[in-house]
């Protein structure tokens, strides 16, 4: 398995509080993702990163923001988190180059009361 | 719009049925194509990829998946079943030089004993 952790696992918190997950990785990669997996959307975009401090919006970007001061850790954070933000959250990295797949965390599962 | 599409939600066969799961694709230009694996409970994983070349890939666990350009889709294919292939299964797509992925709805893939 690729080195990617993610913390806290399992989470449940209240509407409005602030929320942050972290990716830990031990790959060295450049490009880190932050996905959220809902039934019947599969996995949708939140945010990426394709460097130090080098950050950008995906599709559901909402409500989320991320920081990435250094190369293994991509934090995202909730800023007041909403019960339709109860969700799994994966991270993802990936190699330089084209020819890479992204390999993904173990997911961490919010649940926003 | 950029969209990837599943067209099963949920399959049900038996052990050593065929299997065949649809993925259809919108975009532009070059694509590279993917298919992950999601066991209960676990992240994902990824059981094969397509770049370039021979069109008809191969990946672990006895996948095979073909990409037919003409027809936009990515198309996977496993000829006989085990219940441990219960589990489910994503189409992905990219198509830009950031590695992000659009990912179908997922199908749900159940194999009775």
């Known amino acids: 398995d690729a080195g990617i952790t993610q913390s806290p696992r399992h989470k449940v918190t209240e509407t409005g509080t602030p929320v942050t997950l972290r990716c830990h990785q031990t790959e060295n990669h450049r490009y880190m993702y932050w996905y959220r997996q809902d039934p019947g959307h599969g996995l949708r975009l939140i945010h990426y990163s394709y460097g130090v401090k080098d950050t950008d919006k995906g599709e559901v970007s909402d409500g989320y923001s991320v920081s990435r001061s250094k190369t293994e850790d991509f934090l995202l954070t909730l800023e007041s988190a909403t019960s339709s933000q109860t969700s799994v959250y994966f991270c993802?990295?990936?190699?330089?180059?084209?020819?890479?797949?992204?390999?993904f965390g173990p997911g961490t599962r919010l649940t926003v009361l | 719009a950029q969209s990837v599409s599943q067209h099963n939600h949920h399959v049900i066969l038996s052990e050593a049925a065929s299997l065949e799961l649809g993925c259809n694709y919108s975009y532009g230009g070059t694509v590279n194509l993917f298919w992950y694996v999601q066991y209960p409970g676990q992240h994902l994983q990824l059981l094969l990829k397509?770049?370039?070349?021979?069109?008809l890939v191969k990946g672990i666990k006895g996948f095979e998946a073909e990409f037919i350009k003409s027809k936009f889709s990515f198309n996977l294919r496993k000829p006989s079943v085990q219940w441990s292939d219960t589990a489910e299964y994503f189409c992905a797509v990219n198509g830009d030089s950031w590695g992000k992925l659009q990912f179908g709805a997922g199908t749900q893939v159940v194999v009775t004993p």
């Open positions: 993802a990295i990936k190699g330089e180059g084209g020819n890479n797949e992204q390999f």
């Open positions: 397509y770049f370039s070349g021979d069109p």
